[in-house]
């Protein structure tokens, strides 16, 4: 019983003294230093589109300090009328390690959103003094045409939304555009096509910061399906070759669409629409608006009756197809038109 009495005291005094050995210095109990985060910078404007800075921001957010950046700091109006205050204006924002330039509104320099912020000397010098001394610069949609403008495309490859991947070529020359895929990593620039294509973007530059682990996590923790080698982007599918007369249906002629299926392979749709217009009418309308594009060539095939024509259309950059658009009398009454179109691509290993 003595020697279990001496072993206690002496397991008491080993453990008085390390307490009060830790006590007389505290440097001894304090946690290894953490290193600061690093940051993000989201450019925003009127009419940037919400889903391109949002979806970017969501993803960034656990892993990054994200703050917003604008020319001043009166709220900015979104595609959408949301109303958002920047965090800071480009005179005072802090440098970032991670710039990203989301799109909306137009592209064309002067337009509305994006075009606007193309046309900003200053805001374009922005933009280059903060990439000079960022690790990624990342452009949803069309903000490409904001790096576009700002030289930073130039000898990289590069894509944007899918309606606008022609002007981009146009107006960036020494970038090669591609239509295949989601983003586009150059090592610093980082280009994406859409929309949700930034949410992708996003988790690429985890997957790139962190690890392909960390990037998958997140990805979960978003409830987001990503796979980094899909290439289900828009600029691939069906109705690309039918742009115009898909923009017309919808906001031309206000159709309510019935059916609206496509893959990279084919485009089937079903429109019905009110109107005082004889069907003849309308299949003219539509006919006008078909590959009616300087990229793409058509004909058109013999045969098909009233109401009903048929086409080959091309071009580099989507390939080779044919469709086919129908209208008749819609049952109900014979105001209202019923628009089929069929859409085939004619090389199938595209």
């Keep these: 019983m003595r020697r279990d009495y001496y072993i206690a005291r002496i397991l008491a005094l080993t453990i008085a003294l390390t307490v009060c050995s830790l006590a007389q210095d505290p440097a001894k109990n304090k946690p290894a230093p953490v290193a600061p985060r690093k940051s993000v910078a989201i450019l925003i404007f009127d009419d940037v589109q919400i889903i391109d800075f949002t979806g970017p921001w969501e993803v960034l957010d656990e892993y990054f300090d994200v703050f917003t950046v604008s020319e001043s700091l009166r709220p900015v109006i979104t595609s959408a009328g949301m109303s958002v205050n920047p965090k800071y204006t480009i005179e005072n924002a802090p440098k970032a390690e991670i710039l990203v330039i989301p799109g909306g509104g137009g592209s064309r320099s002067g337009r509305p959103g994006v075009g606007q912020q193309v046309a900003n000397p200053k805001m374009i010098q922005w933009v280059q003094e903060e990439a000079k001394d960022a690790r990624y610069v990342m452009s949803v949609c069309n903000g490409a045409f904001i790096l576009s403008k700002a030289g930073l495309l130039d000898g990289q490859t590069a894509t944007t939304t899918a309606g606008y991947i022609e002007l981009l070529r146009t107006l960036t020359p020494r970038a090669k555009v591609v239509v295949d ?119 058109r095939l013999e045969g098909g009756g009233e109401g009903t024509s048929a086409w080959t259309i091309s071009s580099e950059t989507w390939g080779n197809w044919k469709a086919s658009v129908h209208a008749e009398v819609a049952p109900e009454t014979n105001e209202r038109v019923k628009v089929i179109i069929q859409v085939d691509r004619l090389i199938s290993d595209r």
């Design 181 to 299: 895929q989601r983003y586009v990593d150059n090592g610093k620039i980082i280009t994406t096509a859409g929309l949700s294509s930034g949410i992708d973007g996003a988790l690429h530059i985890i997957d790139k910061a962190f690890g392909r682990g960390s990037a998958q996590f997140a990805a979960l923790g978003e409830e987001y399906d990503w796979n980094p080698d899909n290439r289900f982007v828009r600029a691939q599918l069906g109705d690309m070759p039918m742009l115009n007369t898909f923009v017309r249906l919808k906001f031309g002629m206000h159709a309510k669409p019935l059916k609206y299926d496509t893959s990279n392979q084919f485009w089937h749709s079903e429109w019905l629409l009110e109107t005082p217009q004889s069907v003849s009418e309308v299949m003219t309308e539509l006919n006008n608006t078909i590959a009616h594009q300087d990229h793409w060539t058509r004909q």
